[in-house]
């Protein structure tokens, strides 16, 4: 079936089975930020945004996004860059796998809340698995970012 | 990995329900769980397109369409004042906010999963479940049903006086919970959800009059005593019966005198 959808701001079509993820839509597509991690909707690697909102693109059928709008951290550099330079700073991309998921779903995270506490970070992205860090490490780096916003 | 053979969005309700007389046709929630599962789906059916991904509230009740996602529970504050907070806590600790964005309280109450924190936090309200053709129920009432053909259009929670408290008991912040327990007090009558037992939720009430006097610190032990001896538990991989046995009784307790104010 035919599927249109807007990608990173841009129009794109193409054609997909009924049972295609969207994650490997996305990757068709040359978006290989977009990763396959647990691939049991449990670990936030293959995070993108559809219509504004995070959501896991290994469980989400592509004939499903179908009109819709979905953003992936090649369409949000800018955006990105803003945060990652304090995260890289603590050490906390270490491996780097799962820092894309990290970082689409940060986005999501300074989008709804500007100025979250540590708690609130915590629970916003404890849908994120890093087997790296012990999670210390980015909650430093968003907090300096934050500190250093409100400076 | 499951296979799909073909996806429909569906344009009506009558249209969906026709398609799911089929044995291998599936509506399709979140699709987290059906994912997981294996075999081969001839058509996966669609609901997105129907308008139910919307809460209404009104002076008597909150309409919740079946496409509503946790998220929008966790985030809605009429629903979360009335609840006192059961709702969001149920829901809170479910993966992360991707997958509460996708997983949808049609999905989680049509499949009264034995682990459902939503199936549990919603039996200790005054809820009621709309299906496309059997009409409206008491979501205790289906509860107890088995899975058919018809198509669960919205679940309706009554906004009868009182409180509520929701409290689970997890191995680790985003896993299933191993114990979950719901308590309320809605005009008058105290009812006890207690859900992941590992069995699906189900509702308790004060049926010896345990907490007619109100809730103190006694009664509030005298009840968990009763709750424990009452509640079937079960064993898994997360806990054994005996051990969920005892969290039906601490959590119960907690929850009551949490609900008393104390």
């Known amino acids: ?151 | 990995m499951i296979t799909i053979q073909k996806y429909v969005r569906a344009q009506s309700l009558e249209e969906a329900w026709e398609l799911n007389q089929s044995k291998r046709n599936r509506i399709i929630g979140g699709m987290l769980w059906l994912r997981l599962g294996s075999g081969s789906v001839n058509t996966a059916i669609d609901l997105s397109g129907l308008g139910l991904n919307t809460i209404e509230e009104t002076d008597e009740e909150f309409s919740i369409g079946a496409m509503v996602s946790l998220r929008d529970l966790e985030m809605h504050e009429g629903l979360n004042s009335y609840s006192c907070g059961a709702v969001k806590n149920a829901v809170k600790d479910i993966v992360g906010v991707q997958f509460r964005n996708m997983a949808t309280v049609g999905g989680s109450i049509w499949g009264r999963f034995g682990f459902s924190d939503v199936l549990t936090v919603f039996l200790a309200l005054d809820t009621y479940v709309e299906l496309y053709k059997g009409g409206i129920m008491s979501l205790e009432e289906f509860a107890s049903m088995r899975a058919d053909n018809d198509i669960l259009v919205r679940i309706i929670v009554k906004k009868t006086p009182g409180k509520a408290v929701y409290t689970s008991m997890r191995n680790q912040r985003t896993d299933f919970p191993v114990l979950a327990c719901a308590v309320s007090c809605l005009d008058g009558e105290y009812r006890l959800s207690v859900g992941a037992r590992p069995a699906r939720a189900r509702v308790f009430r004060d049926e010896k009059g345990i907490l007619a006097g109100g809730i103190t610190e006694q009664s509030a032990k005298d009840f968990a005593q009763y709750a424990g001896k009452t509640v079937h538990t079960g064993s898994n991989m997360r806990g054994s019966a005996v051990y969920r046995s005892h969290l039906v009784k601490v959590l119960t307790e907690r929850s009551l005198q949490e609900l008393g104010g104390m």
């Open chain 1, 1 to 151: 079936m035919e599927i249109k959808l807007k990608l990173n701001g841009r129009a794109v079509t193409g054609s997909v089975d009924a049972d295609t993820i969207l994650l490997d839509f996305l990757r068709q597509k040359g978006c290989l930020s977009v990763k396959r991690g647990c691939d049991t909707s449990n670990c936030g690697l293959c995070t993108v945004l559809m219509d504004g909102k995070p959501i896991l693109s290994c469980s989400m059928l592509a004939a499903r996004a179908d009109g819709h709008e979905i953003y992936t951290l090649e369409g949000l550099q800018e955006e990105a860059a803003e945060f990652t330079g304090f995260i890289a700073d603590q050490g906390a991309d270490q491996c780097g796998f799962c820092n894309p998921g990290f970082v689409m779903n940060t986005i999501a995270l300074l989008r709804e809340n500007p100025d979250p506490s540590d708690d609130e970070i915590r629970a916003f992205l404890a849908g994120n698995l890093c087997r790296c860090s012990g999670y210390e490490g980015q909650l430093r780096g968003i907090r300096t970012f934050l500190e250093s916003r409100r400076a």
